[in-house]
């Protein structure tokens, strides 16, 4: 049985052959399950959803995305004597966590009201940040900015993202990407506010601010949520039935080291601009919202192409040229221009990448466990975001003294290169037709 993903009787479909399983079973499971008691698919309640999982996401995902900013306050005034690598765990915890207890938020989403579960996620998530703005040291940072933030945030990722998969099947691609825009635009004027707020009030206070403001956003727009199809409860609350499937440890793997090298740009260009190339902080806020800004038109853009070729073959597509901007723009050409134009396109095509892999799901698995599902490939983006920033600063420390970033965007290349490599592979095991839409 190629694809079974859930207990027993629960089975999706029986299959003999992962490739015609993949490519037919989630198109009838939808249909199955869009009973005379439902609301049908591509309904107007529908962008409701996606409104709030987009409002919901810019609160979550938008201080994770402007990080760079308080990464370089805290490197050169707050804690100028301690590693890069330290400081870059509480950046890479906030992801981690985030994506760690997605495995508990994604059976939270499917066991009670999902309304519930983004508010919860809301106050949490905020008040994490209101405690960091009275810590003194990194390591109460990591705890509280970066753990603790990661884990309220979770609660607001997983029903943002896996909820519009269910309200939408025709514009299921954009519609994703729409939501998760949201967390771009959030990295966007979250990158000059923070630049704003730490010049002006101080880093504390950017912190306060932030955290009221993810509360006041977060709480009022996970009311708007709604469940579509009901999914009956489980008696294991964590099924990982699902890595014995190949199709999906594939996935997992690509998840994997996609994350392992989205964030570094993220993390480390707006640093790269002030330490490397010698421009001002001016410049390092401008970096991190160029990157935002690409993502945001590409999360979109992209997910409307792939709504055209297939969700899979739009995602082959971004992470091979996130991986040739990073190896072959950033790398070679050290210079301000040349920076702009990698954190443009990278930002385009990065951010579409990791938009699709909820609607690869959904088009390979269907949507009824989309959102456990989702929980369990997000554990993967915490080890890949573990081994990412951390790991960077640390060669950027050793072997890059502090100022050269060669060994940093070198490491960072190598994951796209594995995770575009494994995606070539999953492409060709689902159909070997290149023209076929996927």
Known sequence: MALTIGTTGESEKNCSDPTSCSKSSAPELDSMLSSPQEPPPDSLYGWVVVFSGFMMLMVALGPTNSFGVYLLEYQSSVFPSTPVSTLSWIGSLQFASMCFFGIGAGVLVERFDARLVGAMGGLV????????SACSSPIALVFTQGILFGAGSSCLLIPAISLPSQWMQKHRAAATGIALAGGSIGGLWM??????????????WSLRITGLMTIGVGCPASLLLRKRIQV???????DVQAMRNPLFALLFSVS???????????????????????????????ISSILNAGSIAGRILVGVLADFIGPLNAMFLSLLISNLTILAVWLPFKNLGALVASALIFGFVSGSAVSLVPVVAASLFGVKRLASLLGLLFFSYTLGSLACSPVGGALLDKYGQGTNYTP???????????????LGILRMVVN????VKI
């Open 432 to 435: 070997s037709n290149l023209r």
């Open 191 to 204: 990158s000059f506010a923070t630049r704003s707020m730490v010049a002006n009030l101080g880093w504390q």
């Open 256 to 286: 994997l080291f996609t994350a392992g090298g989205y964030f570094m740009p993220y993390n480390f260009m707006p640093s790269y601009t002030v330490v490397a190339l010698g421009e001002s902080q001016n410049w390092s806020t401008s």
């Open 125 to 132: 998530s905020g008040g994490a940040l209101v405690v960091a």
């Open 408 to 422: 940093l965007i070198i490491y960072g290349g190598a994951f796209f290169s594995a995770a575009t490599l494994l």
């Open 232 to 238: 009956p409860k489980r008696e294991k609350i964590v």
